[in-house]
């Protein structure tokens, strides 16, 4: 499973932002290559992507591309499928099949570490289970800007909190991370406080950031905390003592499905 908490997105035709971003603290950046390019930019943002890779980290580094709908998502994957350097990961946009990934997954997928589908449409989520199970798949991202725009809704909590709900239950099954939206309210930073909260509450492992500023408070939310590292070290260990059955443990069950996410807790800090 797929084990950052959060990543910076930055824009393929702003080359000379790489390094920055590289060194924002950031868990990974993501060179989009999809929204923030123009279409009159796509080749020349492709050509600096491919340029970079050479001097990121790998392990850090991530490349959204195109949609495998358009020319510019094939000619993405066909420049990384030929490059010297790939990324450790590969974002696919607009995903509504599990078609979709396979074709990316024969194209690069010995190449890459990962293939991390993003479901931004109703079509999209109603595939999500065989879309998370597919081949090479390590996460799967919720893309709530076009989703809430094909609902006609405003990109905030409530509207989108059964579509979420219906995401994590794919991720789930497939036993994936998954990984939200960015908040897109820069000035709002209780708002972000408040939205990285329950996400995490709701089962998301790692949420994206569009600006350098917002990484702290989603590493604050995302990873474990010092106290919940600690009372699940304490809780494996009472467990363990008990030899593994069910005790009653500081006023809780201990039972097999408490002690997993204990675990995760544990592995994930």
């Known amino acids: ?3 950052f908490t959060n990543f910076l997105f930055v824009p393929a035709n702003r080359p000379e932002r790489y390094a920055k971003a590289a060194a924002s603290g950031a868990d990974l950046i993501c060179i989009d290559l999809e929204d923030s390019v123009p279409a009159d930019e796509k080749d020349t943002a492709r050509q600096s992507v491919l340029t970079a890779l050479a001097t990121l980290e790998r392990e850090k580094t991530a490349v959204r591309i195109n949609g495998l709908n358009t020319a ?3 000619a993405d994957l066909l420049a ?3 490059a010297d350097h790939s990324p450790s990961l590969v974002f696919v946009p607009m995903v509504e099949s599990a078609g979709e990934i396979e ?3 024969s194209i690069v997928g010995d190449k890459v570490d990962g293939l991390i589908p993003l479901i931004e449409t109703v079509k999209g989520l109603r595939a999500g289970d065989a879309i998370a199970a597919s081949k090479g798949v390590t996460a799967m991202m919720f893309g709530g800007g076009d989703f809430s725009a094909e609902l006609g809704t405003r990109l905030e909590w409530e509207p989108l909190l059964a579509a979420r709900g219906a995401f994590i239950m794919c991720c789930a099954s497939a036993q994936i991370a998954a990984i939200d939206v960015p908040y897109i ?3 709002n930073e209780d708002g972000l406080a408040e939205e990285c909260a329950r996400a995490k509450a ?3 492992h790692a949420k994206a950031a569009i600006h350098p500023k917002q990484l702290a408070a989603i590493q604050t939310a995302m990873r474990p905390s010092d106290a919940e590292i600690a009372e699940a070290s304490e809780a494996l260990a009472a467990y363990e003592k008990a030899g593994g059955k069910a005790i ?3 006023g809780r069950m201990l039972e097999a499905p408490v002690m997993q996410r204990y675990r995760r807790i544990v592995e994930s800090a």
Request: glycine residues 10%; proline residues 0%.
């Open 103 to 105: 074709i990316a997954h």
């Open 1 to 3: 499973m797929t084990t």
């Open 80 to 82: 990384l499928r030929n």
């Open 248 to 250: 009653s443990h500081n």
């Open 202 to 204: 709701m089962g998301f």
């Open 185 to 187: 309210d820069m000035s």
């Open 72 to 74: 510019d998502g094939l």
